[in-house]
């Protein structure tokens, strides 16, 4: 007798025997906020429905949407006079094209793009990077709910360590602070606690509360940078991190467990919006035929196994953006010349590829994977994106160094 096919289940009961599109069907229902217009009421992500998975937050507009849970990483796009607070995220939270928006953020790293007439209330363990953005306000995070100190100890920040006022902006090389400025502490708005009041977890803190080994001169820079190296290998971890656990919709009802997550292969990204280039993937090249999702994955998991890859002699130009940072597990931020400055001796493999979601334009990808070097191995997440049909890395975050 054939065995029987294993049986997927969401949190609503629903039950799925493909476990592609059972992932699929938790991304939009569950880790997402897709076209939201106009809501009447919050829509709120309770502590304990995600659980450290991925989040996307696309299209919505005059509407208040809360994650009330630590997360892996968090893409926000196309939103326009919204409220969104995102409680802890472990890596980077990527902001595009959004407009007229008043932000509450909590993660290692903070990225914007093309970001116009926004408000941004913030931790992040390193300094924030805008790209193509005017017009944006920032303070310091402004509010909490009874579990965040729990989620941030989950996504391993150090609410020490907020830079909340370090901005870095690509396009102004003379730093005139044209296309940003800080929100005066007088123009703060009242504290955000969606859950009722409370005690905050993250201290509102004054600009230049926290040391910045980045906006030192340059020879300080390279000893700063060798001293993060050597600090980083510092943080050993008993064992890798464990397999995310069960999901839950937005009311906080019981629900059943989750299937593990395998680790040995990637998953299938999130089902995007029918559209005339559905089940392709845009952003090439003038003229370029669109490709299939498959494809394009295979090109992500090339230049992910070229970075792991590098080594002293090596040139990352063709796989790196212009805005590419590291971050290692100190917090600390490594721009891509200060990676060149100590690159190792010998490069390192991938072991595998936990997850690899392209976002339904095409144009985004975000990974989470192992690399082995040297008996050692190391859990990264990686943020590429796709630009006249080359993807490129702009952000890399590596965890402490596991013992194989």
């Known amino acids: 007798m054939p065995p029987k096919p294993q049986v997927f289940k969401s949190p609503d009961g629903r039950e799925f025997t493909n476990k592609s599109e059972w992932r699929d069907y938790m991304m939009a229902t569950f880790f997402s906020f897709k076209n939201k217009v106009n809501e009447p009421e919050p829509l709120v992500r309770l502590p304990g429905s995600i659980e450290g998975q991925m989040y996307d937050?696309?299209?919505?507009?005059?509407?208040?949407l809360i994650v009330l849970d630590h997360s892996e990483q968090v893409q926000i796009d196309q939103c326009k006079n919204c409220r969104i607070f995102i409680a802890a995220c472990a890596?980077?939270?990527?902001?595009?094209?959004?407009?007229?928006?008043?932000?509450?953020?909590?993660?290692?790293?903070?990225?914007?793009?093309?970001?116009?007439?926004?408000?941004?209330?913030?931790y992040s363990m390193s300094e924030v990077h805008i790209e193509f953005s005017k017009g944006l306000k920032f303070a310091p995070f402004n509010g909490g709910y009874p579990d965040h100190e729990k989620h941030l100890k989950t996504a391993n920040l150090d609410i020490k360590s907020n830079l909340w006022y370090d901005i870095y902006d690509h396009n102004d090389s003379a730093k005139?602070?044209?296309?940003?400025?800080?929100?005066?502490?007088?123009?703060?708005?009242?504290?955000?606690?969606?859950?009722?009041?409370?005690?905050?977890?993250?201290?509102?803190t004054k600009p230049g509360g926290v040391f910045n080994p980045n906006n030192t001169d340059s020879n300080m820079q390279s000893f700063s940078l060798e001293q993060m190296i050597q600090d980083s290998k510092k943080l050993n971890v008993a064992a890798p991190p464990a397999p995310a656990s069960a999901a839950a919709p937005v009311a906080a009802v019981p629900v059943p467990p989750l299937p593990p997550v395998e680790t040995t292969t990637a998953p299938a990204v999130a089902a995007a919006a029918p559209s005339?280039?559905?089940?392709?993937?845009?952003?090439?090249?003038?003229?370029?035929?669109?490709?299939?999702?498959?494809?394009?994955?295979?090109?992500?998991?090339?230049v992910l196994t070229k970075f792991a890859a590098f080594k002293a002699g090596d040139d990352l130009g063709s796989?790196?953006?212009?805005?590419?940072?590291?971050?290692?597990?100190?917090?600390?931020?490594?721009?891509?010349?200060?990676?060149?400055?100590?690159?190792?001796?010998s490069g390192s493999t991938i072991r595998s590829?936990?997850?690899?979601?392209?976002?339904?334009?095409?144009?985004?990808?975000?990974?989470?994977?192992?690399?082995?070097?040297?008996?050692?191995?190391?859990?990264?997440?990686?943020?590429?994106?796709?630009?006249?049909?080359?993807?490129?890395?702009?952000?890399?975050?590596?965890?402490?160094?596991?013992?194989?």
Not at 101 to 106: E, G, K, P, Q, S
Not at 283 to 302: I, Q
Not at 373 to 402: C, D
């Open 57 to 64: 937050i696309s299209d919505c507009e005059n509407s208040t």
């Open 91 to 122: 890596s980077s939270i990527f902001i595009r094209n959004c407009e007229n928006c008043v932000f509450y953020t909590a993660c290692r790293q903070l990225r914007l793009r093309e970001v116009t007439n926004s408000t941004f209330y913030i």
């Open 176 to 204: 005139t602070r044209v296309n940003w400025s800080l929100l005066p502490e007088a123009e703060y708005e009242e504290p955000w606690f969606p859950l009722g009041p409370c005690t905050p977890a993250v201290p509102r």
């Open 276 to 302: 005339a280039c559905a089940g392709k993937v845009c952003c090439g090249a003038p003229g370029e035929v669109p490709s299939t999702k498959a494809a394009e994955e295979e090109k992500v998991k090339e």
């Open 319 to 345: 796989i790196v953006h212009v805005s590419f940072s590291l971050i290692l597990p100190t917090g600390d931020s490594v721009s891509v010349q200060d990676l060149f400055a100590a690159a190792p001796v």
């Open 353 to 404: 590829i936990d997850r690899l979601q392209i976002c339904p334009t095409g144009c985004m990808c975000f990974a989470t994977y192992w690399s082995v070097e040297e008996g050692n191995q190391t859990r990264n997440t990686a943020v590429l994106v796709k630009e006249i049909g080359v993807w490129r890395l702009v952000h890399v975050q590596i965890s402490a160094e596991v013992p194989v």
